[in-house]
């Protein structure tokens, strides 16, 4: 873990509109800048960064957030790694917390790994281009299929001498272990010797997210019954195979703008389609999808189209596999490309703009391909028929999330059509197999006592179907009055630590909190309370932090829920405020103290306008002469606090 302390040097040092800027062509307006959003395709700048609240906001698509939420999103980064990576840029040395001692090891030699990859990708970089045998074998190769000086550099790509070892003596010769070098699968042992294991391979360097080299696919460049075509790095501790796509880290962009991922087999694929102006591909390597690559695609987008060969004989085999992708909610599309064509050879005889037209008019969906190819090889076997009808209606089970239901009542219908079958029926069997999935999960749940399953639909979910029946807007059943409340986050937030009382020395935070009132109750929104809950613990402990902290949270739901806030402006305060509560609302930095007075009255008189609304109807159900008495006196008492917050008195009141 990072340390607090590293986490504090690094948020210190960010410069918003540098990080930014970094991905963003930024122009200067007023005091914000303006360019053109990196999430979405548009045409006139949307884009705004801050950098005095130091936030981004898209005023197009909604995108918003902070320095490190744009490094997470638009790198797909998890948290922590987009602390390293701001770290790496403004040469901050991350401390660690205290880890085990083979946890600590594993990073040692994680990093180590990446070294000697890191090593190798430059030597054979180096030979490919500055080596005789290199040039004329391997760049002569790279050539032949089309490449350029600029994609071969792109992507990295290198050549292995075909000496016994070459490599291994050069690696050795700086100094790097052995052992390691085996992990890697660079180096082997031969007759007690040390040999280069690629010698006479072109190299394909495979890229994790940050742009780091996970492993190698070394392919082979003359006919060999013995060699296999490819030699791919070993799995170890930083290559783990089924969770790696090739050119995810050339493609991520494309694919998050474009909203697709083209999937394809081969490493020369995607080199050839990226050269070309198809962007948002990477390839599989020849294996079948895992759900770790499904998830890993669905960080960019649900749409997954796959280009198979036209005479693949793997396509039935592997569309067995994508009820994972189902599973995972990405819509998968597939294209069958012409006899003979794979994706490399059809761009370059197509062009790219007339490839791009192919895919667009040959997509067909999975579900229904799939119903398709197995009923021409049912024919008239009615055993067949019978099993084709239950593996059709167990993939369509698996689109049983909430928001799905539509596409699944489609397939429903489209499938009982061209299966001639009653649609009623094929309903009562998707249903037979969700029942069952989630019978087996309860019993599974009841043993490891996990947390609550997937299938669980959200409280916002629940409220949308609602509001569809009832015609009531969501934002309207859950945002309530948190407007108002939002406003009080966002004065601790930004003046927190100002002084409320010269001549006591009060803080605005001191002020809130000394009030008799406690705000976190008095607040709906949860997310208000948990901030209200943070804050107040962070100040009882005598370490208050300013914005940053909160604005920077490691939760990054609460990190874009702050961001969100502290954009707001004059939206934040009900517009009917002044006529319902008579309460002048004053905006602006200088006038922090009104805002704070203001805030703290209306968040207070709303809770007493409450209790005057409970205490009259308890009143009027009451029998007794002494809870009538005691009715009245509660409305006199409420009704001369309301009165005092109305008028603006009562407001400094210190426990």
Request: net charge negative; with cysteine; glycine share 6%.
């Amino acid at each position: 873990m990072i340390s607090q302390n590293s986490i504090q040097q690094i948020l210190s040092r960010i410069d918003i509109v540098e990080i930014v800027g970094s991905f963003v062509k930024l122009k200067k307006r007023g005091a914000n800048y303006l360019g053109l959003c990196p999430f979405h395709n548009e045409k006139s700048p949307s884009f705004t960064v801050s950098p005095g609240k130091e936030i981004y906001k898209c005023f197009g698509c909604g995108a918003s957030g902070n320095s490190i939420s744009f490094i997470m999103e638009h790198e797909k980064y998890s948290y922590v790694e987009a602390l390293r990576w701001l770290a790496q840029k403004y040469q901050v040395e991350i401390e660690e917390t205290e880890v085990s001692p083979e946890l600590k090891q594993h990073q040692q030699l994680a990093d180590s790994l990446f070294i000697i990859n890191n090593y190798a990708r430059e030597y054979f970089a180096d030979t490919l281009f500055n080596n005789e045998e290199g040039q004329n074998v391997g760049l002569s190769y790279f050539e032949e299929r089309g490449f350029t000086a600029e994609t071969i550099k792109k992507f990295q790509l290198g050549y292995c001498l075909n000496t016994f070892d070459a490599f291994a003596k050069s690696a050795i010769a700086k100094g790097y272990n052995l052992e390691y070098l085996q992990k890697t699968g660079l180096v082997t042992i031969r007759n007690d010797q040390p040999a280069d294991n690629y010698r006479g391979r072109v190299i394909f360097p495979i890229h994790n997210q940050s742009g780091k080299i996970l492993g190698f696919g070394a392919r082979i460049l003359v006919k060999s019954d013995r060699a296999p075509k490819y030699i791919n790095s070993p799995e170890n501790e930083i290559y783990v195979k089924s969770r790696v796509l090739y050119g995810t880290y050339f493609a991520r962009h494309a694919i998050d703008k474009l909203n697709e991922c083209l999937l394809v087999e081969g490493y020369t694929d995607v080199v050839s389609l990226h050269q070309a102006g198809v962007e948002n591909v990477v390839a599989s390597s020849g294996t079948s999808l895992t759900q770790d690559q499904l998830r890993l695609i669905k960080k960019y987008t649900n749409n997954l189209t796959i280009l198979y060969d036209g005479d693949s004989a793997g396509v039935k085999a592997a569309l067995r596999g994508l009820d994972m992708a189902i599973e995972e909610g990405l819509n998968v599309k597939l294209v069958l490309l012409p006899d003979k064509e794979d994706p490399d050879s059809y761009v370059q005889k197509l062009g790219a703009e007339a490839f791009r037209a192919f895919i667009q008019e040959h997509k067909q969906d999975f579900v229904l391909f799939k119903l398709q190819l197995t009923m021409q090889e049912a024919g008239n076997d009615s055993n067949k028929k019978s099993q084709l009808v239950n593996e059709i209606a167990e993939t369509i089970s698996k689109i049983d999330k909430a928001e799905d239901f539509t596409r699944q009542q489609d397939y429903i219908r489209q499938c009982s059509q061209l299966l001639h079958i009653d649609e009623q029926g094929l309903v009562a069997l998707v249903n037979k197999y969700i029942r069952d999935r989630l019978v087996k999960r309860e019993q599974a749940n009841a043993r490891n006592h996990p947390a609550p399953s997937d299938d669980t639909l959200s409280e916002e979910a629940i409220a949308a179907m609602e509001a569809a029946e009832t015609g009531v807007s969501v934002e309207s059943l859950l945002n309530g009055h948190e407007k108002q409340e939002k406003e009080l986050v966002k004065i601790l937030l930004r003046f927190g630590d100002k002084p409320f009382s010269e001549e006591e020395q009060n803080t605005v935070a001191d002020y809130i909190f000394h009030l008799p009132y406690d705000f976190e109750a008095l607040a709906e929104s949860e997310i208000v309370k948990r901030i209200l809950r943070e804050y107040k613990a962070l100040y009882d402990s005598g370490n208050l932090q300013d914005k940053k902290w909160f604005l920077y949270h490691e939760d990054q739901n609460l990190s874009k829920q702050i961001a969100n806030i502290l954009e707001d402006k004059e939206a934040d305060l009900s517009i009917n405020w002044k006529d319902r509560f008579e309460i002048d609302t004053v905006y602006g930095d200088n006038a922090y103290l009104k805002d704070t007075i203001s805030t703290t009255n209306y968040l207070i008189l709303r809770k007493i306008k409450k209790l005057i609304y409970e205490n009259q109807e308890e009143a009027k159900k009451a029998t007794e002469i002494e809870q009538i008495k005691r009715c009245l006196e509660m409305q006199m008492h409420l009704n001369l606090l309301e009165k005092e917050l109305t008028n603006g008195m009562g407001t400094v009141i210190f426990k």
